[in-house]
């Protein structure tokens, strides 16, 4: 069991609701909670705890933050492997 995977989705478990996860990220957590008792009993839990679970919605504000986030981060890796290239081609020419 990865504990910092764990740890990653008992984060992202409050955007589980209705609007909160998309595409691969949505997934990615089902994935996990499929092969992880010890995270889908704490979603389980949660779900108990927090009556409002399943109709939890992110703002505007929110979701334009979030595609931010993925651009920025996307961005981020594209620079790394540009430098990564880059470098690499120096060292070996």
Known sequence: ???KKCFVIKDLI??????GLEGETK?????????CSDCKSWMDTYKEDN?????ISLT???K??????KLVFKLGIGVIIFLAAWVSIWLFV
């Open 1 to 3: 069991m990865n504990r």
């Open 14 to 19: 409050k955007f589980y609701g209705k609007d």
């Open 27 to 35: 997934k990615w957590v089902d994935d996990h909670l499929l092969t």
């Open 51 to 55: 009556e409002d679970f399943e109709n």
């Open 60 to 62: 505007d504000k929110e």
């Open 64 to 69: 334009a933050l979030i595609k931010r986030v």
